[in-house]
């Protein structure tokens, strides 16, 4: 999971000065809080710390309570510093879904556009499970026209995307795959992306593949996590391989698995069995997040960026996390 709560504190994982997410920088959520609306948001990380701490985190479920974040400030700091070190740094809300349909949240929303057109030198990483509901969102920001914020959701709406915006969907299996990603291509992005995370099930993203920038893949991790075969990462890698598409193999979780014997498998000490067949499993990571224990063929993470300076590039190669130039993928509606 992005945040673990063994061992640090749940105000910490408020605001992430530098994230445990390996492909992201900072975390900042305009809003805490979310409710449950399909298979992957099962075993949420965030949802446990709100039963914890509610007053932080917010209450889940749809009526639940919303926590607006009072520290607006921090993104601005980041993008000072980021400025300062002539990099580009990413940011990525955890703890919400941007797009939740809720009216009492347009002011924080609205809010997050404006900061967004405020902190150039940082890239937004906006995650959703609701693609549908980007227009009707927008297009009541922009009729209230009130904020600055409002003027820009009818920019993007009229095709002017963010340019240091990155859309992305979560997908878990393939019907979800077919619900969301044709309606993340309608939406202009400077990038789009998707996390296939938690991985439930075999993904087919063919049909939509040549109009992604990048695709983000991990087993699920934590207690009570659901198994991840190995063979829908590979499936995931090599569509991207095929298409140019940038691929970043997040973690392998809690219950990887292999689903043929032959196939090589990741070292672990206990052996677990599952109807698809065995892994050995030696518990480095809980959430399978150790590089060196995965098949060498997983072994990939890409980074898409957009005006990556030879000072990002070079470091982020000698992290093995390479930068991809993605400034010639079509960026407005189809």
């Known amino acids: 999971m992005w945040c673990d709560f063994l061992g640090i504190s749940l105000r910490r994982c408020l605001v992430a000065e530098n994230t445990k997410i390996q492909w992201a920088t900072h975390t900042w959520s305009p809003h805490r809080g979310c409710a449950k609306i399909s298979p992957g948001c099962a075993n949420c990380y965030a949802e446990r710390g709100s039963h914890r701490n509610p007053g932080l985190f917010g209450v889940w479920g749809v009526n639940g309570n919303r926590v607006i974040n009072a520290d607006w400030d921090k993104p601005l700091a980041w993008d000072r510093k980021a400025a300062k070190l002539g990099e580009r740094h990413r940011v990525f809300p955890s703890l919400c879904d941007p797009f939740e349909d809720r009216e009492d949240l347009d002011g924080s929303r609205s809010r997050l556009l404006e900061l967004i057109s405020k902190t150039p030198n940082l890239d937004w990483l906006l995650l959703t499970k609701r693609p549908e509901n980007w227009r009707p969102l927008m297009q009541r920001l922009a009729n209230a026209g009130v904020s600055d914020g409002d ?184």
């Open 151 to 334: 003027c820009l959701a009818g920019d993007w709406l009229a095709g002017n995307p963010p340019a240091n915006v990155w859309l992305g969907v979560s997908v878990e299996n393939q019907e979800y795959a077919d619900k969301r990603l044709p309606i993340l291509l309608q939406i202009p992005a400077a990038i789009r992306w998707v996390s296939y995370e938690p991985a439930l099930g075999l993904v087919d993203f063919k049909p939509h593949i040549w109009d992604i920038d990048w695709i983000v893949c991990g087993g699920e991790s934590g207690p009570r996590a659901r198994p991840f075969d190995l063979r829908w990462a590979e499936a995931a890698r090599d569509q991207c391989k095929e298409t140019d598409v940038l691929f970043f193999m997040k973690q392998a979780g809690s219950r990887p698995i292999m689903s043929s014997d032959e196939a090589n498998p990741i070292k672990r000490a206990v052996c677990e069995k599952y109807n698809a067949g065995w892994i050995e499993r030696h518990i480095t990571d809980p959430k399978g997040g150790a590089i060196e224990e995965w098949p060498e063929d997983l072994r990939v993470r890409e980074i898409p960026v957009v005006g990556a300076t030879p000072a990002e590039i070079k470091k982020a190669e000698a992290k093995g996390m390479p930068l991809f130039d993605s400034t010639e993928k079509e960026t407005g509606l189809e």
